[in-house]
């Protein structure tokens, strides 16, 4: 499926910029900055595992303010069958040397490149971003396996910053329930293994979300 991208202006990302609910521990931990990783794994069927960490990122409600504003967030539309449809949420993407727009970002990054190193055996290249501006917004089922992800195992790692919302995780091969994680405030979940092949993930609708969220995923290089 194709895409094409219409920039977003301040402007019109204004009602984006109004304070996000987070712990009042998050509220006083200054400076946004990756604390010592230490994340809990959970390993899943068919060779996959998820590792999560509570709270990762300090300080990170000042980087979400930062990137809603640095950001060139942009809205995609894409081709469906006989129609062409808008991606419900806010994009950006940075190949391997885009600059990123934070430095937070690169400290992220090669924080979780140096956790990893011996089970990725190569760092974390690129960086997307998403930005569900409220419940409306989400991402359908999907696993990252544009290229490398289709056939070999790697790592996508999620940084969430904003307001908590679910991750989903259901496996490909079999019908059956889910995994949910709820995820923002500086919350890391890292999936890993054959995860991208065979497992799916998704963000669903909210009626319930009260402002919005944004994903930064670290993924290393030939994965999309």
């Known amino acids: 499926m194709g895409g094409t ?3 977003f202006t301040r402007a019109e990302l204004t009602h984006l910029h109004r304070p996000v609910q987070g712990s009042l521990l998050e509220l006083l931990d200054g400076p946004a900055t990756p604390r010592r990783l230490a994340p809990e794994r959970t390993i ?7 590792d999560v960490q509570r709270g990762w990122l300090a300080g990170s409600q000042e980087l979400f303010e930062r990137l809603t504003r640095s950001v060139p967030w942009r809205a995609e539309r894409r081709q469906m069958y006989d129609r062409t449809v808008e991606v419900p949420r806010l994009q950006c993407f940075y190949g391997e040397d885009a600059p990123l727009p934070d430095a937070v970002l690169a400290t992220t990054r090669d924080a979780l490149s140096r956790h990893y190193e011996t089970e990725l055996g190569e760092p974390f290249r690129t960086t997307g971003l998403c930005l569900y501006r409220d419940g409306r917004d989400s991402v359908a089922w999907h696993g990252d396996t544009i290229g490398r992800g289709s056939t070999q195992d790697t790592m996508v790692a999620i940084v969430s910053l904003g307001t908590a919302r679910p991750l989903l995780l259901r496996p490909r091969a079999a019908d059956g329930g889910s995994l949910r994680y709820s995820l923002g405030h500086g919350d890391l979940l890292v999936m890993g293994g054959s ?4 497992w799916e993930h998704a963000i669903p609708k909210s009626a319930t979300c009260a402002g919005p969220r944004i994903s930064v995923q670290f993924r290393p290089r030939g994965v999309r």
């Not at 899943?44 to 998820?50: E, I, N, Q, S, T």
């Not at 995860?195 to 065979?198: L, V």
């Open 5 to 7: 991208g219409t920039q």
């Open 44 to 50: 899943l069927d068919h060779g996959a595992w998820v």
């Open 195 to 198: 995860c991208q092949r065979t």
